[in-house]
């Protein structure tokens, strides 16, 4: 199901046409539909406010001036080096972490001032 702060592709004629992130979702004023509300990534920025039934927002086929378009959300792939990095540790013994005494934590605001 999409939500808030997703990515989705949005297709247009069945060709991919631009990644977008929800922004938001709330009930429209017609029972069943949603105003949804989209920033397109692209350059330069754009946010668009659709009203779309549940159906449409979960990736369910609709029309816009008589063209086809669909939303699918977008899932990260797997990170293959988190994986790999994960086999590794549950086979090597845990090792103590480094002394930090005396580390000093540096503020990147405070470097930007000067």
């Known amino acids: ?4 702060n ?6 247009f004629e069945d060709k991919p046409l631009v ?10 004023v017609k ?3 949603y105003v949804i509300k ?5 350059l330069p920025l ?18 816009m001036n ?9 899932v990260a792939p797997a990170d293959p080096d988190k994986i790999e990095k994960t086999a590794v540790k549950e086979e090597t013994p845990m090792k103590k972490p480094k002394d930090r005494q005396g580390a000093k934590v540096i503020s ?7």
């Open 31 to 33: 029972a069943g539909w």
């Open 66 to 74: 008589g063209k086809r378009m669909r939303l699918e959300k977008v």
């Open 19 to 28: 990644f977008a992130r929800v922004e938001g979702i709330a009930p429209d």
């Open 108 to 114: 990147l605001a405070d470097l930007k001032k000067k």
């Open 38 to 42: 989209l920033l397109f990534l692209q």
């Open 46 to 63: 754009q946010v668009v406010t659709w009203i779309l039934r549940d159906v449409y927002i979960n990736g369910g086929e609709f029309t």
């Open 6 to 11: 997703d990515i989705v592709l949005i297709y």
């Open 1 to 4: 199901m999409t939500s808030i």
